[in-house]
């Protein structure tokens, strides 16, 4: 398996979380920022800071989660060792990662995965599940199944759009990310499963961290055939997300499979459109649902181009009065650089600085 490097700003080493390492990373970066390595790691996928300055992070296929101490050394076992299903390196694995706004007291970590199903079939199954340890003395303890309340996925869409991200909001409540189990096709006889909040596929959900039951004040809590766990609907590959530190706002990006990737503001309740139409897109605006407030697109294309998607891998707010030299800004990892990859080398990807003002993103590429 390759090994990926935690790359870390050092001007950013307590404010910003993003694995570098899916969009480059070297020395040097825009706006005055060098980076370096702080770390080793297998496909490190998420990343946390707890209040005593270490940083827990996950590693997607080995689904080790690690600990890099506050002294810089990695702690020399994983955190956990869990076993998670993988097909062909894509999206399944160790996804998500968490620690309880009260970890300095309960010491809870949460780990959302793809767990390995019954075999026997041409490719593997799996289903998403969602875990809570007790972190003592740097070792996991007391696993909790906090839920596994989500469809197996079929062989015939192996390896995709499961499972995402997980963060702590604002009001305590934990949200997850779900992918569409890439069954958007028009003939598939799943596709039905994405058009409402019956089920969890391609949704953003919102539950009590104690139990994983819908948070109390979700949209469809009260609908007796929905899934009351559903904030947010209408994603295909929804897995980055935040909150904005002042606002409280989710911003949240859907990546397409070959246009019109999307930030979005998630909104209570909202519909965010996929599948629409037919791919691939020719306008990132149709269809009946909330727009986009902005569209990537790798350099040189337009968002509704073929292939243009960027596979937005990571986003974080930083902060204008800690950080005065980048200013309020969302920082974006995208693992994609340009349509077609100069030979014989891959992308790096690009590290992006987006500028939000009034509503309206604007872009100011580093």
């Known amino acids: 398996m390759d090994r990926w490097r935690v790359v870390v700003p050092t001007a950013l080493i307590l404010g910003l979380c993003i694995t570098l390492q899916s969009c480059g990373g070297g020395d040097s970066l825009p706006f005055g920022l060098t980076s370096e390595v702080a770390a080793k ?118 390896g995709f759009n499961a499972n995402g991200r997980i963060h702590f909001g604002p009001d305590g409540m934990l949200y997850a990310s779900v992918g569409d189990y890439d069954v958007a096709g028009k003939d598939d006889p799943d596709r039905g499963r994405l058009a409402d909040a019956l089920q969890p596929l391609g949704k953003l959900l919102r539950m009590d961290p104690g139990d994983g039951a819908p948070a109390r004040g979700n949209p469809f809590a009260d609908s007796p055939d929905a899934d009351g766990r559903v904030f947010a609907r209408g994603f295909r590959d929804p897995f980055p997300f935040t909150f904005h530190p002042e606002t409280e706002a989710i911003y949240g990006t859907d990546n397409t499979p070959y246009t019109c990737e999307e930030l979005n503001i998630i909104e209570e309740g909202g519909d965010y459109g996929w599948p629409v139409g037919e791919f691939p897109f020719s306008d990132c605006s149709a269809g009946d649902q909330v727009d986009a407030i902005h569209l990537f697109s790798r350099e040189n294309t337009a968002p509704e181009a073929y292939l243009s998607f960027v596979e937005v891998s990571g986003l974080a707010f930083v902060p204008g009065a800690r950080y005065p030299t980048l200013g309020d800004s969302l920082f974006v990892c995208e693992s994609q650089k340009s349509k077609i990859d100069p030979a014989p080398s891959p992308t790096k990807g690009v590290l992006r600085r987006l500028v939000l003002s009034g509503g309206v993103t604007g872009c100011v590429t580093g």
């Open 41 to 158: 790691a297998d496909r490190a996928r998420a990343m946390e800071f707890a209040p005593d300055g270490r940083l827990f992070f996950a590693e997607q296929f080995t689904g080790a989660i690690r600990i890099l101490q506050s002294d810089g050394t990695v702690q020399a076992e994983p955190f956990a060792q869990i076993q998670v299903a993988n097909y062909i390196d894509q999206d399944w694995g160790l996804t998500g990662l968490a620690l309880d706004p009260d970890f300095a007291d309960n010491h809870f970590v949460y780990a959302f995965f793809t767990e390995p199903m019954a075999e026997g079939g041409a490719n593997p199954t799996g289903k998403p599940k969602l875990v809570r340890f007790t972190e003592e003395n740097g070792k996991a303890a007391n696993e909790t199944v906090i839920s596994d309340n989500f469809p197996s996925t079929a062989e015939a869409h192996a």
